[in-house]
């Protein structure tokens, strides 16, 4: 059984994780009401990710025979200024992100939880992936800002991102 403490946090992450699937589905159907269908496509299988980033929490917490406790889900922005102004956002949560990660390795640490502390190792290394991700689409996105044929050529680029599920070994 996992600690109370570590189980409210995990938890806590569970329903973060979902928040984030939440945040980029509606950036999905954002980049679909303005006809930028990779773009859209971008955010699809980033929120497939948000989800199999909350399946492992789930997945975690039952293997420890402790309970999976779902809470409200936030609702999130649903209006940009700008394809930019989205991708900004994105970078802005992917660093949040990685921020409560940080701070729940620190508790499972100062808890002596070495499994939780392990276990919680893909996600380090994942969000060093998820925030160069969002930074390398951001950084095309503003090169391409000022001209109609090179927003066009990311939202191609963008278009091509496919969910790959993890391999057994990483999970
Ligand atoms: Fe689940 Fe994008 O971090």
Do not use: C
Request: hydrophobic share 40%; glycine share 4%; charged share 25%.
């Amino acid at each position: 059984m996992l600690k109370d403490k570590i189980l409210k946090a995990l938890n806590t992450q569970l329903n973060a994780e979902l928040y984030s699937a939440y945040l980029y589905l509606s950036m999905s159907a954002f980049f679909e009401s303005t006809n930028l269908r990779g773009f859209a496509n971008w955010m699809k299988v980033q929120a497939q990710e948000e989800y199999m980033h909350t399946m492992k929490f789930y997945d975690y917490i039952l293997e420890y025979g402790s309970k999976v406790q779902l809470m409200p889900i936030d609702g999130p922005q649903t209006e940009w200024d700008s394809s930019l102004a989205v991708f900004e956002h994105v970078y802005k949560h992917e660093q949040k992100v990685t921020g409560l990660i940080n701070d729940l390795v620190d508790l499972a640490r100062s808890e002596n939880d070495h499994e939780t502390s392990n276990f919680l190792q893909w996600f380090v290394n994942e969000q060093v992936e998820e925030e160069a991700s969002a930074d390398a689409a951001l950084q095309k996105i503003k090169r391409a800002e000022n001209s109609p044929d090179g927003l066009f050529t990311v939202d191609k680029d963008l278009g091509k991102r496919v969910f790959t599920p993890p391999a057994q070994s990483k999970e």
